[in-house]
């Protein structure tokens, strides 16, 4: 199992419910359990201006390029500096090597990702970069034929989702909190919970769209945004979802993968418990399912 990291995504954002030392924290459980080691964490590339602009304006990457404050990177309600938008470049270029890696192997795990509100033209809600949409633009320009996008934070990939409007080899899928924002855009499927969902009925309705995801759209390549904010304890959601009932949404995604022989990534995405020791167990415990569902080959 290959992972992509890198100690820049870790962005001082100062006082903010994004703990962005998560990344760092992560890695190193990882790397504490011996799931990672030196010799299978990948630093990613920063993807050139030519290759953002396949997934924004070029307005919007001038001010991003140029940290300027303006109506296109205000509404992310984050800072614009250099180091931020540096990791939110990177993180881009993190899912797409990914991707590369799970081509190749049939497993990447990003440590870092899942920036799915971000648009063609402005920011939202903590993203100024899709790099989920990145990463499956660039599969789709290398041959891959279907991508899914399996999006399982609490919150509705609307980003991704508009994107893909109109892309019949991108099926985008999200299960998320219906009375929450974002403003939800269409995916090719929406999944929208009440308020207090509890594990027995989100992993109900997860197994069954997983059928029209892997049944019907036969993917070739995979995107699992695994979100750690659908958790009963999360600060910015009402969902009812246990640790045990994240571990098992991890593993219905990602054992139909392997059943299918499908290549497939895991992205990280939001994560924003009172205590961030939470976010980063339910992080972890993406990495460890697919550790355990994909062993090292017997050589
Ligand atoms: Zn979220």
Same mark, same amino acid.
């Given at each position: ?9 870790? +962005?001082? $954002?100062?006082l903010?419910?994004?703990p962005?030392?998560?990344? @760092?924290?992560?890695?190193?459980k990882? !790397?504490?359990? &011996?799931?990672?080691t ?5 630093a ?8 953002l ?6 307005e919007y990457?001038?001010?991003l ?6 109506a296109r990177?205000f509404?992310?309600e984050?800072?614009?500096n250099? +180091?931020i $938008? ?9 899912? @797409?090597l990914?991707?590369?890696?799970? !081509?190749?192997? &049939?497993?990447g795990?990003?440590i ?10 402005h ?12 990463a499956?633009?660039m599969?789709?320009?290398q041959g ?8 399982c934070?609490?919150?509705?990939g ?9 892309e ?6 999200s299960i ?13 499927l929406?999944?929208g ?11 109900q309705?997860?197994e069954t ?15 699992y945004?695994?979100?750690a904010d659908?958790?009963?304890l999360d600060?910015?959601?009402s969902?009812?979802i ?14 139909r993968?392997r059943?299918?022989a499908?290549?497939?990534i ?7 418990a ?7 167990e339910?992080?972890?415990?993406t990495a460890?399912?697919?550790a ?8």
């Open positions: 199992m290959k992972f992509v990291f890198s100690p820049a995504y870790r +962005a001082d $954002i100062g903010h419910v994004f962005t030392q998560k990344y @760092y924290l992560v890695h190193d990882l !790397k504490e359990e &011996g799931i990672l030196e010799n299978n964490v990948f990613p590339k920063k993807p050139s201006p030519d290759d602009l396949k997934i924004i304006d070029q990457l001038d001010d390029l140029e940290h300027r404050l303006t990177t509404p992310s984050m800072p614009v250099k +180091a $938008i540096n990791a939110q470049i990177l993180f881009c270029g993190g899912s @797409y990914a991707a590369k890696i799970a !081509k190749d192997s &049939g497993i795990f990003h870092g990702g899942g920036f799915h509100h971000a648009f063609r033209d920011a939202e809600g903590f993203c100024y970069l899709n790099d989920v949409v990145f499956a633009v599969m789709l320009e891959v034929d279907k991508i899914a996008v399996i999006d934070d609490l919150h509705q609307n980003g991704t989702a508009r994107f893909f409007e109109n019949k080899r991108v099926f985008t899928f998320h909190q219906e009375q929450l924002y974002p403003k939800k855009e269409r995916s090719n929406d999944i919970l009440d308020i207090g969902t509890g594990d027995d009925e989100y992993l309705k997860l769209a997983l059928d029209t995801v892997y049944s019907d759209f036969r993917p070739d390549l995979v995107i945004v695994a979100g659908p958790y009963i600060r910015l959601g969902l009812s246990t640790h045990a009932g994240l571990k098992k949404r991890d593993e219905l995604v990602i054992k993968a059943t299918g499908i290549p497939i895991a992205v990280l995405a939001g994560g924003y009172e205590d961030t020791d939470d976010t980063v339910i992080h972890c415990n460890r399912v697919m355990e569902t994909f062993p090292p080959k017997a050589e």
